[in-house]
């Protein structure tokens, strides 16, 4: 399943991509899907001070697209 999470219209919003580490920069009021592998531990999410914390449990790798539609690489290569 996917899920959209959306940047404030006024400012934006950083995304940091747990345990693979990487980080984006969603422009304000725009956007991103995530698809978070299925696990039995389940994943998680937090969201503190404009900043977005997805974090993959389990074996699998989450898959990120922008607004645009292109997919993101998580890690940030």
């Known amino acids: 399943m996917r899920t959209r999470f959306y940047a404030d219209p006024r400012e934006p919003l950083t995304v940091h991509f747990e345990i693979i580490g990487g980080e984006r920069v969603i422009g304000p009021g725009d956007w991103i899907d995530v698809e ?42």
């Open 36 to 77: 978070f592998a299925e696990s039995e531990t389940p994943s998680s999410v937090q969201l503190t001070g404009g900043v977005l914390i997805l974090t993959q449990e389990g074996h699998g790798s989450m898959r990120v697209w922008d607004s645009a539609g292109r997919e993101i690489d998580p890690g940030g290569e």
